[in-house]
């Protein structure tokens, strides 16, 4: 328990510095007064004065702040009384400064944390590679994807050149895909059951259609454990990496795809898992997880999961293929978790998606604190910063007063209003909606936590 708390504090302590420094440094480059810097909120514990700047860690771990002369609305109450000990400068107030300038102080706090995210995964592949499957077979191919020539790739196919050049791993594959310039893609493969080779020519005038036929191509991977999340069903029965999955409740299984689809289909069903180790055969009973997942249909569904990882090689990076699969990697998850929460309020307000089913997708500080564990202990921390400061990304960005976002928001009524901002009483008045809101989100999602703890 003590790591798991000790990990997450140091998670968000990172993610809140950095996001807070990011405004920090944009105040100070406008010229802008800044009054404190705070990790934290609430009581301050630890604080010290350098300069026109109080720097302070405060009780609470799940936030922080940078107040600038000028920034707050109350600041133009009657009778508001300005805490700070040090003179204030009216020529350096937020609010005195361009619309570009607030802009930039207000941005550089979500930007920073997109900034992190970037650099974490090239850290991630320049120190230890980048992951992927082994095999060049195919599967399947997904039947939701169409596109001309995609049909006649046969199952089980192994691909030996993606145009014209010879593919050795997964990786291969998709980067000969997705980076080609090329209006048709071309595959030479090999029929492994007429044991005959041939060749495919699929129509891809764009990156979109790139990026689906990659998405289309599923591998055939073998369903061998390379690893298993700690107190997770799997590590709990005793399941261990090198274990190569034979069947289940019976039924004889032949890739980590058909493994999966069993367990997400079983959520709190007790599973019989026959394992080969080392020539030994052993059966594990196990009980898949409830867990809600998004689906292609973009929908979420309750599965199941064990915590186990699928067989995976890792291939050394240089430092400019690093920095370009890095950025790439941030781009995609951005808008993988961005399109994803669109999906998840637009199905919930159309009632495509039920209340329960959306309200379960929302986490708290305790998932995160659950997650930071896990993912210390199983060597992933680092990318589940980075995926967790690309959230903070997009959820500060959201129009929400009190959030960054919000704040935009009033500068863009202030631009359509030909320079005539908010009355101070109204920007209090958003604000304290904004806060309710976020509070409320905030509750929600502890209760989710607490649910998902207790089993409620």
Known sequence: MFFTIAVAVFVLGVLILVHESGHFLAAKLVNIQVLRFSIGLGRSLISRRWGETEYSISAIPFGGYVKMAGDDPAEGLEGSIEESRVAIDPRRHFDKKSVPARALVILAGPLMNLLLAMVLFVWILYFQGAETYSTTKVETVEKSITLPGLERIKEGSQIIRVNNMEVKNWRDITDGVINSLATRTTFDLYDSQDRNPYSVSVSTPDDSTRLLLAVALVPLVEPRISGTIPGKPAAKAGMQAGDLILSINGKPVKSWREVTGIVHASAGVELDLLV??????????????????????????????????????????????????????????????????????????????????????????????????????????????????????????????????????????????????????????????????????????TANDLGRLFGF
């Open 276 to 445: 080969d180790r080392g020539g030994e055969k052993i059966n594990f009973p196990v009980i898949p997880e409830k867990n809600t997942l998004p689906q292609n249909d973009n929908t979420f569904k309750e599965v199941g999961l064990i915590g186990i990882r699928p067989p995976m090689e890792r291939i050394n990076l240089n430092l400019a293929e690093s920095v370009i699969s890095g950025s790439k990697n941030s781009i995609y998850t951005t808008y993988f978790i961005a399109t994803r929460l669109g999906q998840l309020f637009m199905g919930f307000i159309t009632g495509k998606i039920p209340l329960k089913e959306a309200r379960n997708v929302l986490g708290g500080p305790v998932m995160i604190g659950q997650y930071a564990g896990e993912s210390a202990r199983t060597g992933d921390l680092w990318a589940f910063m980075a995926i967790l400061s690309i959230n903070l990304f997009i959820l500060n960005l959201l129009p929400i007063p009190v959030l960054d976002g919000g704040h935009l928001l009033f500068l863009a009524i202030e631009v359509v209003r030909f320079g005539k901002p908010l009355s101070v009483k109204q920007r209090m008045w958003l604000i304290q909606v904004g806060l309710l809101i976020v509070l409320a989100l905030m509750l929600l999602a």
